[in-house]
């Protein structure tokens, strides 16, 4: 009976729903876009493309990203009855055991694989899997720890592909740190939108304990940081990519200027995922 209820399309649909397939699909994207315009410029992509570890080693960072999913919702149910109480799926539509059960089964699998492929790919994978359960356990809790925990795991993705095809490090690490920087702006916006729940539950977030008002002020400073880095680590390479952050940053600054409602922080935090992505397709151009 229980083995049966696995294969139920609405049991896989609230899954996928709490898997965030979506941004899977653009962890996925970025690793396999990293590999082909970042380090095939010798004419390498059809071995990129048929790498079955490589294939493998995309798979377990996905799964790690799942489990991590997974994982903060399952903590956040009450927070989440606040903010999105329309989008709460555990504890409603998935039992909490089975949230459990998949966690610890996508990070066993992607740990197992990430050890095959290599043993420093395989403690990323474990490092990352801890750290995702205490983000969520107790580190996104505090103001700002939790934002730069995630910003970092955002920009690891990259450095496993760094790690497993040892080229082109330098490049591929301004892309991890670019990942990372924007990665950081949005978790804090997320912040701001979700402080209504957050504060209810005990969260020592950026904005509860400093303010909107104050949070604005430090996102500003980030991006001002994040430009001057970029400027720094990618001049030599292309003048306009510096230039276009910068008007991408600048009307980014404008929107947390003007924002005072959790749909607009919200708008901005999906403006952050798309400079994320314009972000990947500037490969094509470096």
Known sequence: MQVAKLFRPSFIYNYLKLIRGINLLIVALTQYLTA?????????????????????????????????YLINDYYDIKIDFVNKPDRVVVGRALRRRWVILGHSALNISAIAIGFYISIPIGLIMFGAA????????????????????????TGTTLILVAEYFHERAYIIACYAIFSAYITLVREIIKDTEDIKGDARFGCKTI???????????????????????????????SVILPIILAITLLLLGLGVHRADTVKQFHNLSTYCKIIMLLGVLSMIWI
Do not use: C
């Open 207 to 237: 904005p509860i304990v400093l303010g909107v008002a104050k949070t604005k002020w430090i996102i500003y400073a980030i991006m001002v940081a994040f430009e001057i880095t970029v400027i720094i680590l990618l001049w030599n390479l």
């Open 36 to 68: 082909l315009f970042l380090l095939s410029n010798k004419g390498h992509w059809w071995e990129i493309l048929t790498d079955a570890n490589f294939f493998l080693m995309v798979s377990a960072t996905v799964m790690i990203t799942s489990a991590g």
């Open 130 to 153: 801890f750290l995702l359960w205490l983000y969520s356990n107790q580190l996104k809790r505090l103001p700002f720890v939790g934002n730069f925990v995630v910003a970092i795991l």
